[in-house]
């Protein structure tokens, strides 16, 4: 369902990918810590170039509730924060070690405003945040716990192997006790 920075970079010049790559900054981020922290103002959005970062919110009666995961070659961020210049609304911390590449806000604007592939990256990538979006609405909607956890099992096996179950629940919106016993029986 992702289409990751790799592949549309593929698709262009290969100084149009080091003019992109090339303006992001590097970091090591340890498993446990926050890229992001809600009410936070934000200045970037990073490209993951290894390991998992998963963005969540406290719900109103204190529940950590997970709202995406992320896997490397893709971009993650509180997009809310970093376009609208106002505090995150969400929380993102790494569930691995992570190696990430941010940029700001001005850089990105001047990267799109030099480059017209660049800008067309971005609306690209953006657009597919916004139809993974739409469709996990859609499968929680629609989808009664057993279907919501194959449709993970066959989307994300990756993450499962390095997220906690009781993320894995809430991100299906269901109950830790709940997937237990889907498990159980997918497995019997």
Request: charge should be negative; aromatic fraction near 12%.
């Amino acid at each position: 369902m992702t289409i990751t920075v790799e592949q549309y970079l593929n698709d262009v010049p290969k100084e149009i990918k080091e003019m992109f790559l090339g303006q992001l900054n590097y970091r090591p981020l340890a498993a446990g810590e926050h890229y992001v922290r809600e009410g936070q103002y934000v200045q970037t959005i990073a490209y993951i170039q290894e390991g998992f970062l998963r963005t969540y919110q406290i719900d109103y009666q204190g529940n950590d509730i997970t709202l995406e995961f992320h896997r490397p070659d893709s971009f993650c961020g509180s997009y809310y924060g970093f376009y609208a210049h106002e505090p995150a609304m969400d929380n993102l911390v790494a569930i691995t070690d992570c190696t990430i590449g941010t940029i700001t806000y001005e850089q990105l604007m001047g990267l799109y405003e030099q480059n017209i592939n660049i800008n067309i990256l971005g609306r690209k990538l953006i657009e597919q945040v916004c139809i993974a979006k739409d469709f996990r609405i859609a499968k929680m909607l629609k989808s009664d716990a057993e279907g919501r956890y194959r449709w993970f099992l066959e989307s994300f096996p990756d993450i499962l192997q390095v997220a906690q179950l009781q993320h894995i629940a809430s991100y299906l919106g269901i109950k830790p006790e709940t997937l237990s016993r889907v498990r159980r029986k997918i497995t019997s």
